[in-house]
């Protein structure tokens, strides 16, 4: 706790103060950002810090590895799918990005497969990427791959599938078909900073 205290008083001292008239705006005006981001909840890749953004300028939602679901308008909790219906009918963001990244902990739990202590819910919150995961164990690629390859081609195939699962929501899909929405997949390689389009 003390490190986030610490924190904030830099924060206080620092970025608060150069960018006070900014806050100020956003208190006033409210927020309108061009893109939603939807990024890994590790702490490792901060959409904020990768893209270089100031308040305000994109609306982020995290989550064990950057996955979306596929639409299901039922009485569940759907984060996600509450933070994407936000950002796209009332706030009307223009792009979506799923970012997912390298060494993703979600995605080495899933590859390594079921069983094993996974807790509560990681392992069904994981299975939204399980067709991702059988497409790298399917693959002629995979014979003979070692578990970190196998893992970095599953990060891949499970933004595919997130991009995929986007276009099953009719409020996306609907403003993608006429050109006032935006999607894409991009990878963020932990080691090197590099930021992969995932097509």
């Known amino acids: 706790m003390k490190t986030l205290m610490d ?3 830099r924060f206080r001292k620092g970025y608060w103060r150069r960018h006070k008239a900014l806050f ?12 939603m981001v939807i990024a ?15 308040p305000g300028e994109i609306f982020v939602v995290r989550n064990v590895s950057a996955l979306v679901p596929p639409y299901a308008p039922d009485t569940g909790n759907h984060g996600t799918s509450a933070a994407l219906e936000f950002a796209v009918t009332a706030l009307k963001v223009r792009s979506i990005v799923v970012m997912g990244h390298s060494q993703c902990g979600g ?13 509560d819910f990681i392992e069904s919150w994981m299975a939204i990427a399980h067709k991702a995961r ?3 164990c399917d693959s002629p690629e995979a014979e003979g791959a070692d578990f970190d390859t196998l893992c970095y081609a599953c990060e891949h195939e499970s933004i595919r599938d997130s991009l995929t699962n986007l276009m099953t929501f ?18 963020f390689n932990v080691l090197s900073g590099t930021l992969e389009t995932v097509v």
């Not at 009719?170 to 990878?187: D, F, K, Q, Y």
């Open 7 to 9: 924190g904030y008083a």
């Open 24 to 35: 100020s705006e956003l208190a006033r005006d409210g927020q309108s950002p061009p893109a």
């Open 40 to 54: 890994c909840a590790d702490s490792r890749v901060a959409p904020e810090v990768i893209f270089d953004c100031a």
């Open 107 to 119: 995605i080495r739990t899933l590859m390594k497969g079921p069983g094993g202590d996974q807790g």
């Open 134 to 136: 059988q497409r790298v």
């Open 170 to 187: 009719p409020w996306i899909s609907a403003r993608v078909a006429e050109g006032s929405l935006t999607l894409a997949g991009m990878h």
